[in-house]
């Protein structure tokens, strides 16, 4: 068991006067929660919606979540309690991506809590409920367990394990992990030093090998979007400049290598992507930036925001002007500057 100091004389003041949660935060926390409860889409009843961790204790600051946990029964989800854990987990991550939900600059934390998990005796617990403390925190010494440790880096474990290399939203989701996890442990370190659990929570995280994990995941994302086929800078080049026009077969493997689609909503459904429209009128209403279009017969143009375009050809393959595809614009308009057409 470990001890973590208090640095605070006061509960945090944006959310409490004296024991007292302020204005109608009562009220909007409930209807968080329950629109949370609704989001897990399960027949368990709502034992308790309570406001818990650093937030409902002396050991808070200005990087502390605003932990809202449903309580439930697992029993009632189903009997298989690992899956259900999984299951809800799984529920959360996506609840996390989907609504990034903030109070005066701290994230709000949906859980959906065991009714039959033992909470530590020395944390501060409110039910938004009943209005009242089920346990009033206090400002002397707190002990933390090593289960405690676990179970605040449990969802994070879930999360990265959860990661996928071929998610198109991969950097957005780690990227997103990353801040929440610099803010717990600027959390910790900020009220309680090394042995905050919020610390400790992100040192369990790193020593088996989590942080590592996502770090070289968002290094393979990133500069794999910079890698760029030669080969189909070459075949664009060539067919802008009619040394060589492509085939369908051509056009599938540019698709592919792009990790392109092909879809007459384009830019509207698939922004950022590269896509394949099959017709020569274009349309860039609502597109905030510059796509690139190479139609079946060579022709080429730079179309800009809000206009419309019409081509020579029957299908136009569209390169949005992102950060993601800026290089291959540079090095296809390099290829074609002596003798290709563009507009």
Same mark, same amino acid.
């Given at each position: 068991?470990? *001890?973590?100091?208090? =640095?605070? +004389?006061?509960?945090?003041?944006?959310?409490?006067?004296?024991?007292?949660?302020?204005?109608?935060?009562?009220?909007?926390?409930?209807?968080?929660?329950?629109?949370?409860?609704?989001?897990?889409?399960?027949?368990?009843?709502?034992?308790?919606?309570?406001?818990?961790?650093?937030?409902?204790?002396? +050991?808070?600051?200005?990087?502390?979540?605003?932990?809202?946990? !449903? %309580?439930?029964?697992?029993?009632?989800?189903?009997?298989?309690?690992?899956?259900?854990?999984?299951?809800?987990?799984?529920?959360?991550?996506?609840?996390?991506?989907?609504? @990034? #939900?903030?109070?005066?600059?701290?994230?709000?934390?949906?859980?959906?809590?065991?009714?039959?998990?033992?909470?530590?005796?020395?944390?501060?617990?409110?039910?938004?409920?009943?209005?009242?403390?089920?346990?009033? @925190?206090?400002?002397?010494?707190?002990?933390?367990?090593?289960?405690?440790?676990?179970?605040?880096?449990?969802?994070?474990?879930?999360?990265?394990?959860?990661?996928?290399?071929?998610?198109?939203?991969?950097?957005?989701?780690?990227?997103?992990?990353?801040?929440?996890?610099?803010?717990?442990?600027?959390?910790?370190?900020?009220?309680?030093?090394?042995?905050?659990?919020?610390? #400790?929570?992100?040192?369990?995280?790193?020593?088996?090998?989590?942080?590592?994990?996502?770090?070289?995941?968002?290094?393979?994302? %990133?500069?794999?979007?910079?890698?760029?086929?030669?080969? !189909?800078?070459?075949s664009l080049a060539k067919h802008v400049t009619k040394e060589t026009i492509l085939s369908d077969d051509d056009w599938s493997n540019i698709i592919t290598k792009t990790n392109g689609v092909h879809d007459s909503m384009g830019?509207?459904?698939? @922004?950022?992507?590269?896509?394949?429209?099959?017709?020569?009128?274009? =349309?860039? *209403?609502? %597109?905030?930036?510059? !796509?690139?279009?190479?139609?079946? =017969?060579?022709?080429?143009?730079?179309?800009?925001?809000?206009? =419309?375009?019409?081509?020579?050809?029957? *299908? !136009?393959?569209?390169?949005?002007?992102?950060?993601?595809?800026?290089?291959?614009?540079?090095?296809?308009?390099?290829?074609?500057?002596?003798?290709?057409?563009? %507009?």
């Amino acid at each position: 068991m470990l *001890k973590e100091y208090q =640095t605070q +004389n006061s509960l945090n003041p944006k959310l409490w006067d004296d024991f007292h949660l302020k204005g109608n935060l009562q009220e909007k926390f409930i209807q968080i929660a329950e629109h949370f409860y609704e989001f897990l889409e399960t027949s368990a009843t709502i034992l308790d919606i309570i406001l818990i961790g650093s937030n409902a204790n002396y +050991n808070w600051t200005k990087y502390s979540d605003i932990d809202l946990h !449903v %309580v439930i029964n697992y029993l009632e989800v189903g009997d298989n309690l690992h899956l259900v854990e999984q299951y809800l987990r799984a529920k959360k991550s996506i609840w996390n991506t989907n609504y @990034p #939900l903030k109070y005066k600059g701290m994230n709000i934390e949906l859980y959906a809590q065991d009714s039959n998990d033992e909470l530590h005796s020395s944390v501060g617990v409110y039910s938004l409920l009943h209005k009242k403390w089920i346990r009033k @925190p206090s400002p002397e010494i707190i002990s933390i367990d090593d289960s405690d440790i676990e179970h605040k880096a449990a969802p994070y474990e879930y999360e990265i394990n959860a990661l996928k290399s071929d998610d198109p939203e991969l950097e957005y989701k780690i990227k997103d992990i990353l801040e929440r996890l610099r803010n717990l442990r600027a959390a910790g370190l900020e009220a309680s030093g090394e042995y905050s659990i919020e610390n #400790l929570a992100y040192k369990h995280l790193r020593n088996k090998g989590y942080l590592n994990k996502i770090k070289e995941l968002l290094h393979k994302s %990133v500069y794999g979007k910079l890698e760029i086929d030669e080969s !189909v800078i070459d075949s664009l080049a060539k067919h802008v400049t009619k040394e060589t026009i492509l085939s369908d077969d051509d056009w599938s493997n540019i698709i592919t290598k792009t990790n392109g689609v092909h879809d007459s909503m384009g830019q509207w459904k698939h @922004p950022g992507k590269c896509t394949m429209i099959p017709s020569n009128n274009i =349309t860039m *209403k609502q %597109v905030s930036y510059e !796509v690139l279009g190479i139609d079946d =017969t060579g022709h080429m143009i730079l179309m800009k925001p809000e206009r =419309t375009y019409t081509f020579p050809g029957s *299908k !136009v393959f569209e390169i949005p002007r992102t950060p993601q595809w800026q290089t291959l614009m540079i090095q296809l308009a390099n290829k074609i500057r002596n003798g290709g057409r563009y %507009v």
